[in-house]
């Protein structure tokens, strides 16, 4: 494990010189606001990456992204059909480098987790329900996976914005339209939402380092 956060410190230091904007200090202190956009198995494509880079950038310019290289996820994180949400974000609470203060993990895979729903007014659980990100609120690390998405790069780039605004603190809210809206199990209202709300986001800014 040590090496392999080894490799992934090296990994951000290396696009950080080659990266064009982003330096490290010398210091032992974690830079502010610096995230860092890991690729897990097969990733995604470019275009997608980047548009996700910039809608965060959009949304929060103070941030300060690096892209990592691929990680594979151990086969603890794999359920024999989908690789388990909370597994990987404890993966990833394991492999964040110091250089950085938060990860999100972006993936093509397939990621679940256990769901309770309202379906047709019954409380329904499911133990292995498919989804489009997970995030701590408020944390560190969160998860993003387009599996579900049918290529479409706007629902990604704004499911990354949601798990990253979890990961500040911002819970679900019932403002129309806006990102933080809770799926209750479809992509639908990630598909549909169109903006980030004043209250969310200055729950959001609060957040920030
Ligand atoms: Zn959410
Ligand atoms: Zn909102």
Do not use: W
């Amino acid at each position: 494990m040590k090496n392999l956060i080894s490799i992934l410190t090296a990994s951000v230091l290396l696009l950080c010189c080659t990266g064009n904007t982003i330096h490290f200090g010398s210091s032992d202190e974690i830079p502010a606001n610096t995230v860092l956009l890991l690729e897990l198995n097969k990733g995604v494509s470019q275009q997608q990456l980047s548009e996700a880079c910039n809608f965060l950038k959009e949304n929060f310019p103070a941030l300060k992204i690096v892209k990592g290289g691929k990680v594979q996820l151990p086969s603890s994180c794999y359920n024999g059909k989908r690789y388990r949400a909370d597994s990987i974000l404890r993966y990833l609470d394991q492999i964040k480098p110091d250089s950085v203060s938060k990860v999100i993990g972006i993936t093509s895979s397939d990621i679940s987790s256990t769901r309770t729903l309202i379906r047709k007014g019954k409380k329904m659980t499911y133990p292995d329900y498919g989804i489009l990100g997970l995030g701590r609120r408020p944390g560190t690390v969160c998860v993003v996976s387009n599996h579900r998405m049918g290529g479409n790069a706007a629902t990604f780039s704004k499911t990354v914005l949601h798990e990253f605004m979890h990961t500040l603190g911002v819970r679900h809210c019932t403002h129309e339209k806006c990102i933080m809206q809770d799926g209750n199990g479809s992509g639908k209202n990630m598909r549909e939402s169109t903006h980030v709300h004043e209250e969310c986001l200055a729950i959001a800014m609060e957040g920030l380092d």
